[in-house]
């Protein structure tokens, strides 16, 4: 690979600054004409690069051809041809997609991998970026809880592409306010959950587990390689376990020991259990260890459906117990009387598709709810993806819905108490990408990690309905359609959208944009409502006690925010393709924020109910002293592991590339990295293009198609990397992150 130089605008940059326009410059002993970049912003990094066949090696791969790789500046083996395809060791196979480059989320198999893993340069893209929101009940409080066991076909399907996929109908899951803690399964020993289900749980306020499981005569003679070989052997499996844990920013395990065990074995899986539980939670803030009802005290593989005398030495060991799904009422009310205070910790498992001997199943799964419930017990829905696999795809999402809709009054909700909130109501999926209301990006697109904080979904007796829509959006890939009616002699109804549990700040502004639809969408106007919880001390404005109990709050309309917040000004006026946008501000003293609703309110009084359909595009609730504190900038952009390959013509290329920066952790929600296209020559336009959004301070450019420059001759392709606020106001260019890569071919011809 030649010479590369990456410098920032300064002092400290190397030769001399090029001006605009084209530029000579001598190299091997000819002139040949090169683009320079313009004049470059704040933070901008210039990288020079002379095209080679041969792909700079991902951290872990096996150089080409079986040779080292060439010193910077030429020489070495020769190169490969442009259609080489990337070797990888084991390692860095595990982590990126063989023929493409591009990032993927994996697993561990067998005793050996496990011992044998260790943190390095490609884990990057696998440590989840958004940290657990915190939210109302705690996990740790008495209340019954839900977990949800995701096992779909084996794992690691579409999910695993860690930038998305062009994935048409994906199963996606958002109903997160019903549910406690996220498990992904697989039947891999070491099941790490990929990062963008981390991410979307987490920025939903939602623990992840992954999975150790054990099975079969195989699993038999693991368990003899870590358990019976005494504290040593099992410690190394714990340490490992926590450490896995910890550094991709996940939650806990789940335990799954499901073969038969020596006395010796099973003398020491309790110890294991009780280690691996105090590392999880020294290692991870709220870590958690669940054991499986799988194996008995004495080593017998047989499940008990309950919990028990012959199970509870593993339960008193870890976290919580996750009871099979053979159960009868009988088993519940053994269950209840044994576990005492700790039967919020025991997991009566649901299999949704109704496998056994089992109560309800399918979209029956009420039934066993509610039975559950009737004890006091926590809830496991096992493979709740029966709606997609069983249901199919076209209809998932109101399937979905339908499912989740018939348990919610055995689903308790949860509260969010931090600020910001704001949503754009995005799935993580879609059928376009849209950007302020226009379609940015037509085509299928998935990626769980762009899946925004999700509202409660409410239906009320065919009066009340939400849901996504695909079809049309204001950023990202759906909105929440509204669907209700305003009953006869009534003027408005509430939608209740979000419940929090938090001390309200001195000012709140919030901000709604919406669309009515149907053709009666002029006789409505719609409004945000805030309510509080009762309170002597809560009062609205500086002065004022509210009147009623559970206070409604109507926020004053902001025709024009206060002077010097821009940015919240910019966010005001942007309503646009039939969007409205309005902004409020609220000021209050002393009080319990509660919930936040929609108001669809009449013009017009009317004897008859009165049916609406109104689309949220985006909905944000701000603490006003946080919206004037100017966004960071980003800082240190490079590109590194540059591949070139023949293009689809002669006349291209293809580019794939690495692109890292810095930005203070928890100030952006995402990155969008954006190209600028490429230049050949000066007077050539520039069409900006979104290349992906990122979750984490990196991003792999895959398969970029750039022009061939002829012989002589420079291009220059320009990357810019936006930062998206969890605020969601805009942020000014000058703060982007923006990189110049000039290209050539080498000086001497070779390629």
């Known amino acids: 690979m030649a010479a590369a130089a990456a410098a920032q605008d300064g002092p400290g940059r190397r030769g001399k600054r090029p001006g605009a326009g084209e530029a000579e410059e001598e190299r091997g002993g ?331 199943g399918g979209f029956d799964s009420h039934k066993s709810l509610s039975l559950i419930r009737k004890h006091s017990l926590s809830a496991a829905i096992f493979a709740p993806g029966w709606v997609y696999e069983h249901l199919g795809a076209e209809n998932f999402l109101q399937n979905e819905n339908k499912f989740w809709g018939l348990l919610a009054d055995y689903l308790p909700t949860h509260s969010i108490c931090t600020l910001p909130l704001a949503t754009s109501f995005s799935l993580g999926m879609g059928t376009s990408r849209f950007l302020t209301g226009k379609e940015e990006e037509p085509g299928p697109w998935y990626n769980l990690s762009a899946q925004e904080i999700q509202p409660l979904y409410t239906e009320s007796e065919g009066q009340l309905l939400t849901s996504c829509c695909l079809q049309d959006a204001w950023c990202g890939g759906s909105s929440l359609r509204v669907q209700g009616t305003i009953p006869a002699g009534e003027e408005r109804t509430a939608i209740r959208l979000f419940s929090f549990q938090m001390q309200a700040p001195p000012k709140l502004f919030l901000n709604l944009l919406y669309k009515m639809e149907g053709p009666h969408r002029d006789e409505f106007t719609v409004a945000l409502e805030l309510t509080t919880w009762d309170s002597d001390t809560c009062h609205e404005g500086h002065i004022t006690p509210l009147p009623e109990p559970h206070g409604r709050h109507h926020p004053r309309l902001l025709p024009a925010p206060p002077p010097g917040l821009s940015a919240l000004l910019a966010a005001c006026s942007r309503g646009s393709e039939g969007w409205t946008s309005r902004c409020y501000e609220l000021e209050l003293q002393g009080c319990v924020l509660r919930d936040l609703s929609l108001l669809v309110s009449r013009q017009q009084a009317s004897p008859q109910e009165t049916r609406f359909t109104c689309l949220l595009g985006e909905v944000r609730v701000l603490d006003a002293a946080s919206v004037a504190a100017s966004p960071p900038q980003v800082q240190s952009l490079t590109a590194s592991q540059l591949w070139w390959q023949e293009g689809p013509d002669a006349q291209q290329l293809s580019l794939s590339l690495t692109l890292r920066w810095a930005f203070p952790p928890g100030r952006a929600n995402h990155f969008r990295v954006l190209s600028l296209g490429t230049r050949c020559r000066r007077d050539e336009p520039q069409q900006p293009q979104l290349l992906g959004l990122a979750h984490a301070c990196l991003f792999r450019v895959v398969g970029l198609a750039v022009p061939r420059p002829a012989a002589g001759q420079s291009c220059q392709l320009e990357l810019l990397v936006e930062p998206v606020q969890p605020n969601e106001l805009p942020v000014d260019p000058d703060r982007w992150g923006r990189l110049v890569l000039v290209y050539s071919e080498p000086a001497d011809g070779s390629s």
Request: a negative charge; aromatic letters at 10%; hydrophobic letters at 40%.
């Open 30 to 360: 000819r002139r040949r004409r090169s683009l320079q970049p313009a004049a470059e912003h704040r933070g901008t990094t210039v990288l020079h690069e002379a095209i080679s066949t041969r792909p700079q090696p991902l951290p872990g791969e096996a150089p080409l051809g079986g040779g080292a790789e060439p010193p910077s500046g030429g020489g070495g083996t020769t190169p490969a041809p442009l259609t080489a395809t990337a070797r990888f060791s084991p390692a860095a196979a595990r982590q990126f997609d063989t023929g493409t480059t591009e990032p993927v989320s994996f697993f561990l198999s067998g005793l050996e991998e496990l011992l044998a893993w260790q943190p390095d340069a490609n884990d990057d893209f696998n440590v989840a970026a958004v940290p657990l929101a915190q939210r109302q009940p705690p996990l740790r409080s008495r209340r019954p809880r839900t977990l949800v066991c995701h096992d779909m076909r084996g794992g690691y399907l579409e999910d695993r592409f860690i930038q998305g996929s062009a994935t048409r109908n994906p199963y996606v899951f958002y109903h997160w306010r019903h549910i406690d803690i996220f498990v992904y399964f697989s039947h891999h020993t070491v099941t790490i959950p990929p990062v963008c289900w981390t991410n979307a749980a987490h920025r939903n306020g939602v623990p992840v587990l992954g999975t150790f499981i054990t099975e079969w005569t195989g699993g038999e003679k693991l368990c003899e390689a870590f358990l019976a070989a005494g504290a040593e052997a099992y410690g190394a499996v714990s340490d490992q376990l926590a450490r896995i844990a910890q550094h991709y920013r996940f939650d806990g395990w789940l335990i799954n020991i499901e073969n038969t065990l020596s006395a010796v074995a099973v003398e020491n899986l309790s110890p294991f259990l009780r280690r691996l539980t105090a590392q999880v939670h020294s290692a991870v803030p709220g870590g958690l260890v669940i054991w499986y009802d799988s194996v008995l005290e004495n080593g017998a593989l047989r499940w008990q459906n309950e919990l028990n005398e012959q199970n509870r030495v593993f339960f008193d060991a870890c976290d919580g117990l996750f009871v099979n799904y053979n159960w009868k009422e009988e088993h519940l009310e053994r269950t209840r009387r044994l576990a005492g205070q700790r039967h919020a910790d025991v997991y009566i498992g649901v299999d949704v598709f109704a496998r056994g001997d089992v109560v309800g």
